[in-house]
């Protein structure tokens, strides 16, 4: 069974802190993906990695930075939190080839930012 | 102008109602389409997968696509409670890595 794990479900930071989300899959995928789902803008890309070392910004990337050390983890932070980051961060991974999109969600973490 | 639009809902109705969710999107280049079905407190997760135009049935869910008109649709035939859930579609560009995603329909089954 394919399996993306996120380091925490709940998280709650003071502004000005720096907040590390932690991303992992065993499926040995090359690409992953960080998002942030919000109401009414569901989810918007921040940051996506095709490989080790290398990354890609999103949509929005501001006051966000990545880091992809190893194959299989993927770790977005948060360089100083403020409460406009309060929202659903959710990592995805995916294997590349012609045709195949399907990304594979993890649970999602929810901060809150106070 | 989003490049995806999805009308977000929320959407309720009874049990054993056929259920039709759509979105529309302004860029031709897209060729994949696929729809995500997300839980609460879940991530989404790949209910339906389409190349180009034309229909894919699994079981209750169909997934359209109409190229021509840049309209997709999924179909739900006798909903359960369990369909209730948001719905994503999303959709790529051939040769690209990652998706575009609509803001999601949250649909409720009522028994």
């Known amino acids: 069974d394919v399996k993306v794990t996120q380091s925490s479900r709940y998280l709650v930071k003071r502004t000005g802190e720096k907040v590390f989300l932690e991303c992992v899959q065993d499926m040995d995928h090359e690409n992953m993906f960080w998002y942030r789902q919000d109401p009414g803008l569901g989810l918007r890309l921040i940051y996506f990695?095709?490989?080790?070392?290398?990354?890609e910004k999103g949509d929005i990337p501001e006051g966000y930075s990545v880091s992809r050390e190893k194959k299989e983890r993927f770790s977005l932070i948060l360089e100083s939190a403020s409460t406009n980051q309060t929202s659903m961060y959710l990592c995805a991974s995916s294997a590349p080839g012609q045709g195949n999109y399907e990304q594979y969600f993890g649970p999602g973490t929810r901060l809150t930012v106070t | 102008q989003k490049e995806v639009e999805q009308d977000p809902g929320p959407l309720s109705v009874p049990e054993g109602a056929i259920v039709s969710l759509n979105c529309t999107y302004s860029n031709s280049a897209f060729q994949y389409f696929m729809w995500y079905r997300q839980y609460s407190r879940k991530g989404p997760e790949l209910l339906m997968y389409t190349y180009s135009s034309g229909n894919k049935e699994d079981g209750r869910f169909t997934a359209q696509v109409d190229k021509s008109s840049k309209y997709i649709s999924l179909f739900i035939r006798d909903s359960q409670p369990s369909d209730s859930a948001t719905y994503l579609c999303a959709m790529a560009k051939s040769g690209a890595n990652n998706l575009f995603f609509g803001t999601g329909t949250r649909l409720t089954v009522i028994p």
């Open positions: 990695s095709y490989d080790v070392k290398m990354k």
